[in-house]
């Protein structure tokens, strides 16, 4: 198979297994994934990787992918422009989503994986866990650092090189679609977990009903999501790292309307003439972005804990 040297074939990333079918090829061109990674808040479709699904597990995944070296050094320049619109209604799910820790799980070490601008840590840290944070943007980990007050390295989880045993909680939300080798991410994070200790992780679910209506249009078919798991695939590659007792939750979520009106206007390429209209500083952009819709996270995501 000839392929860009920029790109790696790889087996199934949970079973290991070389036997799958193509669903949809794909139709990125050069330079397509570094762009999309500057941003977070980001259009639905138009771009992807070939997704292939495994015959074995079932795993739907993107191969062949960016080499691993690319896909970090792009998420590290990712821009942080978007935390004033997603800070209210993710400062709102992250309380749902440390409840579920919480049932679970008494005041502990924390560590989340892949946090972003800070919010659940935030959170986590307002709650008593000594809540450490890795994120390999240096702008969001600035963001998280300057606005919270948090203790985030900018950099790849693989470089930590944390002890055994050194954590009780270790939180991983929105980042397995983004990586291309999860068995081993998940392994490292069972080798940090103390015994005992609690793994909690969400991605989008490539089973749940707006998947199931929109196909391809569903906005998790995006460059950047080069896996695409459901809550059965998320917990096979869970066994395989070696956590148990794991079962599937659901916290509560929600959206602004702001957040929803945003990437319409941006695929009619009128937002940036109605900006100073519905711009998240505007009054009406405010206004919108204090209307939220709840719903739940099983609506659209899958979410997992496991233990130690």
């Not at 948090?150 to 929105?174: M, Y």
């Not at 950047?224 to 070696?242: C, D, E, K, P």
């Not at 941006?266 to 711009?279: A, H, I, M, S």
């Amino acid at each position: 198979m000839n392929m860009d040297s920029n790109l790696e074939y790889r087996n199934c990333p949970c079973c290991g297994q070389d036997d799958f079918e193509v669903l949809f090829e794909s139709n990125m061109e050069g330079g397509d994934f570094g762009r999309a990674a500057r941003t977070v808040y980001m259009l639905p479709g138009r771009r992807w990787g070939r997704h292939v699904k495994c015959r074995n597990c079932q795993l739907i995944y993107v191969n062949p992918v960016e080499k691993a070296g690319r896909i970090n050094e792009a998420y590290s320049q990712r821009r942080t422009i978007d935390a004033s619109i997603m800070r209210k209604t993710r400062l709102n799910a992250t309380r749902s989503q440390l409840a579920l820790i919480g049932e679970r799980k008494n005041c502990a070490s924390l560590l989340d994986v892949g946090c972003g601008e800070g919010f659940f840590l935030f959170n986590a840290s307002r709650a008593g866990y000594d809540a450490k944070g890795i994120e390999i943007s240096d702008d969001a980990a600035e963001y998280a650092r300057s606005e919270f007050g948090l203790d985030v390295e900018a950099k790849p989880f693989e470089e930590l090189r944390l002890p055994d045993s050194c954590f009780d909680v270790i939180t991983l939300w929105q980042v397995l679609e983004h990586v291309p080798y999860p068995l081993v991410m998940l392994r490292e994070a069972h080798r940090i977990l103390k015994p005992g200790g609690l793994l909690a992780l969400s991605t989008p679910n490539a089973k749940g009903v707006p998947a199931r209506i929109l196909g391809r249009r569903w906005w998790n078919i995006r460059m950047l999501h080069i896996n695409q798991f459901t809550t059965r695939t998320l917990t096979a590659v869970l066994q395989r790292s070696g956590f148990k007792d794991i079962s599937s939750v659901s916290y509560r979520e929600s959206i602004s309307l702001l957040m929803l009106l945003i990437p319409i206007l941006k695929q009619l390429g009128v937002y940036e003439p109605l900006r100073d209209l519905f711009g998240p500083g505007s009054g009406l952009g405010r206004g919108l972005n204090r209307m939220t819709l709840p719903y739940p996270s099983r609506l659209d995501n899958c979410t997992i804990v496991g233990f130690k």
